[in-house]
């Protein structure tokens, strides 16, 4: 092959190796630019550990501006609160509603507002209701007496000035490496071993790979 052919052929096989390097570095910042975006999810409050063994907690209900939310009082098999914790606006009338499942209680654990009901109802629609306030802003943590070491438990927090946490959790990354995620780190080393080849294949073949008599064509 002549040293002209050649290097034309390499110097394409170099091209491409770049393009295909400039073709990666977009996709990997576009992916990267849904990871900067928003962490995933949005925001609840802060509840603490309190609830961590609650029945039926999993989230927090966000009904805020509601005029008025209903919390059924002895849920699923009687134990518990539905929904277990609501974020809700000042103003809002929150309505226990005991379903006649087992008697419970409502009796706040810690937080602001005061909206215990300390005896003990068993009687089906029976139930207290409690206008939050500004005075009541916060986040509060009550339980049912009777069962609270079964779980029983409850959160309200009232108004937008709460602490919050992610409801996605902490974000889930691959390690970094360099600036980049692993794929695209190892992407990039390939790419530029493709080209450092080509270039020492190139230098070698240009000087032991070619006869005399052809190299005098150039």
Excluded at 153 to 162: E, I, L, N, T, Y
Excluded at 164 to 169: D, H, I, M, P
Aim: one cysteine or more; a negative charge; proline letters at 5%.
């Amino acid at each position: 092959m002549r040293r002209r052919e050649f290097m034309r052929t390499a110097g394409g096989a170099t091209v491409a190796a770049g393009a295909t390097a400039g073709a990666v570095q977009p996709a990997a910042a576009a992916e990267g630019g849904g990871d900067s975006g928003g962490g995933g999810g949005g925001q609840e409050p802060a509840f603490g550990s309190y609830l961590d063994d609650a029945r039926g907690y999993e989230t927090t209900e966000d009904l805020r501006d509601q005029d008025e939310v209903t919390i059924t009082v002895g849920a699923g098999e009687g134990l518990s609160f539905d929904p277990a914790a609501i974020w809700v606006s000042p103003g809002t009338t929150l309505i226990w509603e005991w379903s006649g499942n087992g008697s419970h209680n409502v009796v706040v654990n810690e937080g602001p507002a005061g909206f215990s009901h300390e005896d003990i109802v068993g009687e089906e629609g029976y139930t207290y209701e409690y206008e939050v306030t500004e005075e009541d802003a916060g986040i509060t943590t009550y339980y049912c007496s009777p069962h609270e070491g079964q779980g029983m438990k409850g959160g309200v927090a009232v108004g937008d000035d709460v602490e919050t946490v992610s409801t996605g959790g902490p974000e889930t990354k691959d390690p970094i490496h360099f600036g980049v995620h692993p794929h695209e780190h190892w992407v990039g080393v390939s790419v530029m071993l493709m080209m450092s080849v080509s270039l020492v294949f190139t230098f070698f073949t240009l000087k032991y790979g070619e006869s005399p008599h052809t190299s005098g064509g150039d």
